[in-house]
């Protein structure tokens, strides 16, 4: 029989954000540290003491549909 270990925490250790499909960075849970933000060119946005702030952290990174990043 197989089985399935699971970590006790729910919480996921890294996180895509997407403007629509546009791939804009990551965030890492680094537990008592905060989150810790990078960009889609792996560079470091800084850490935050909560999802939130982590999140605002790409608000000037934000592309629209009609502003392709390249």
């Given at each position: 029989m197989l089985k399935r270990h699971t970590r006790n925490n729910s919480k996921p250790?890294?996180?895509g954000v997407y403007d629509g499909r546009i791939?804009?960075?990551?965030?890492?849970?680094?537990?008592?540290a905060g989150y810790e933000?990078?960009?889609r060119d792996e560079t470091s946005l800084g850490f935050f003491s909560?999802?939130?702030?982590?999140?605002?952290?790409?608000?000037?990174?934000?592309?629209?549909?009609?502003?392709p990043p390249f």
């Open positions: 250790p890294l996180v791939f804009l960075g990551r965030i890492f849970d680094r537990d008592a933000c990078f960009d909560n999802q939130r702030a982590a999140l605002d952290a790409f608000n000037g990174l934000v592309v629209g549909e009609d502003d």
